[in-house]
């Protein structure tokens, strides 16, 4: 078996594992990355870029009709083909050429098969027709594995044969029926594409829609969908699935109700991609997630790192943050911070210092592309409450501001802020409504900069826009 030996071993090619490489070899050491399946990761096949494909055409066709003039224009509906046709492309056709050829150029060295950390530094890869290479990492091995879709023991489901994320995105057709097990982003994202698209959807939303987010958000996205033609169940649970011959899928819901459908996508959650990495090599449980510190250390049930500090977690496998942006952000701390630990520089690991992730815990920004998008960053009212703060909620009205009623006729939508009262800095803000995405990183700014009302005061937004509503906010607060 052939050995080979790097500074970093990182497993796992997604976009966190490549910005992990990509940092190390930027800082002058030398890097090798693990891949089992498309370089690229789910983002850039089964997730982010794809998912966004599928939903906007659909939004760019609502947004000309809410336009008078545009609104002429339109003389048909979406053209069903040429939308799966884009997001194809969005999905490189499920080929990894490019991302490889990156690799390539930047100096990465690529080994395709399952990684398993054999001892400690050591990766072994098991490759095609079962070869075997060995690699040993000088400073530190990094997993970047992600998660898949958690699909759950429920009696006749997996027999069904039901979509995931996976199956869904990259789905050839659009199925007449599609029942949706879930009611968090990817299930709204999923109702709001395929219903779009001509699907009559079935949504089981156990714990509502969006229930992590401000109540106002998920209110605005059932109604939306229930305008557009989408059964939404609050409260509906699964009790046992059954696929026919002729592929209808019989769901019978806890209360007895009965759903039919030609497919079932499952979206109530993720799990780690950690049972076959090796994890029982290093005292740590197969499947599990994986904790970590703030600088993305692996550490163990007694909080201290794993053997002498040589083994980081970064992305979804450590559960902080499961989004792509976030898994990036800490693929840039552990990256850097590996390099630093390895030239004996300062490691800059205290709140908001450049190796640690602080931003996971209190400035996380995220996009749900339904309709109306919903865009928010750090706590919501009652995530602040809970965590201890002494706060105060000030909402305003989205459709009242001169830019959103240029923005299109009707224009509905909300805006909070959360105030920290005894510091006077955001720690949280909400917008749900049509293109709010863009307005998002002047909040997320705000709140990692926790700068303080007074001096934001004197940030002027220009008129006539959306980003309005800021002056609106902060005068309702002064009041």
């Known amino acids: 078996m052939d050995t080979t030996t790097y500074d970093v071993i990182v497993i796992g090619a997604g976009p966190v594992g490549e910005n992990v490489a990509d940092r190390v070899v930027q800082g002058g050491l030398s890097a ?30 609502r ?49 395709r098969g399952q990684g398993r950390i054999t001892s400690a530094r050591t990766v072994e890869v098991t490759g095609e027709n079962a070869v075997r290479t060995s690699l040993t990492a000088r400073h530190a091995v990094v997993i970047a594995t992600g998660s ?56 089981l939303a156990r714990d509502g829609v969006l229930p992590l987010a401000e109540p106002f958000a998920g209110e605005r996205v059932i109604e939306s969908l229930r305008d557009a033609g989408v059964s939404v169940r609050l409260g509906a649970e699964a009790g046992s699935v059954q696929r026919d011959d002729d592929g209808t899928v019989h769901v ?51 909080g ?29 701390a552990v990256g850097d911070v590996i390099v630093a630990r390895a030239k004996g520089e300062a490691v800059e690991d205290g709140r908001w210092g450049r190796h640690a992730a602080t931003a996971d815990e209190r400035a996380v920004p995220q996009v749900v592309f339904t309709e109306p998008e919903i865009a928010s960053v750090g706590l919501t009212a009652a995530a602040a409450e809970a965590a201890g703060l002494r706060i105060r909620v000030v909402d305003h009205d989205l459709g009242a501001i001169a830019g959103a009623v240029l923005q299109a006729e009707g224009y509905r939508g909300d805006a909070r802020m959360v105030v920290d009262e005894d510091r006077k800095v955001i720690v949280g803000f909400t917008l749900a409504g049509p293109d709010v995405a863009e307005l998002l990183h002047a909040a997320t700014i705000a709140v990692v900069g926790e700068i303080p009302l007074d001096r934001l005061w004197h940030a002027v937004p220009a008129y006539p826009t959306v980003s309005e509503v800021w002056l609106r906010l902060l005068e309702a607060y002064g009041r």
């Open 32 to 61: 090798a990355i693990v891949e089992r399946e498309l370089v690229g990761g789910e983002c850039s096949y089964w997730a982010c870029m794809p998912t966004k494909a599928l939903l906007r055409s659909a939004a760019a066709l």
């Open 63 to 111: 947004a000309a009709r809410q336009v008078p003039g545009a609104r002429e224009a339109v003389t048909g509906d979406l053209d069903v083909a040429a939308v799966l046709s884009r997001r194809d492309s969005f999905a490189s056709h499920w080929k990894d050429d490019g991302q490889v050829a990156w690799l390539e150029q930047v100096g990465i060295p690529l080994f």
């Open 148 to 203: 898949g879709a958690l699909v759950p023991d429920l009696p006749g489901l997996r027999e069904a044969a039901p979509w995931t994320s996976r199956e869904a995105v990259a789905a050839d057709a659009v199925p007449r029926r599609l029942a949706i097990i879930g009611g968090g982003v990817v299930a709204s994202e999923m109702a709001t594409a395929f219903a779009a698209l001509g699907a009559s959807v079935t949504m």
């Open 252 to 302: 019978t819901l806890t209360d007895g109700g009965q759903i039919e459908a030609d497919e079932l996508l499952v979206a109530i959650g993720r799990t780690p991609n950690t049972q076959d990495i090796g994890l029982d090599h290093v005292g740590l449980t197969p499947g599990a997630w994986l904790t970590v510190d703030d600088t993305m250390r692996v550490v163990g049930e007694d």
């Open 304 to 332: 201290a790192p794993i053997g002498d500090e040589w083994l980081y977690a970064a992305g979804d496998v450590n559960r902080r943050v499961l989004l792509t942006h976030q898994g990036k952000y800490q693929a840039r």
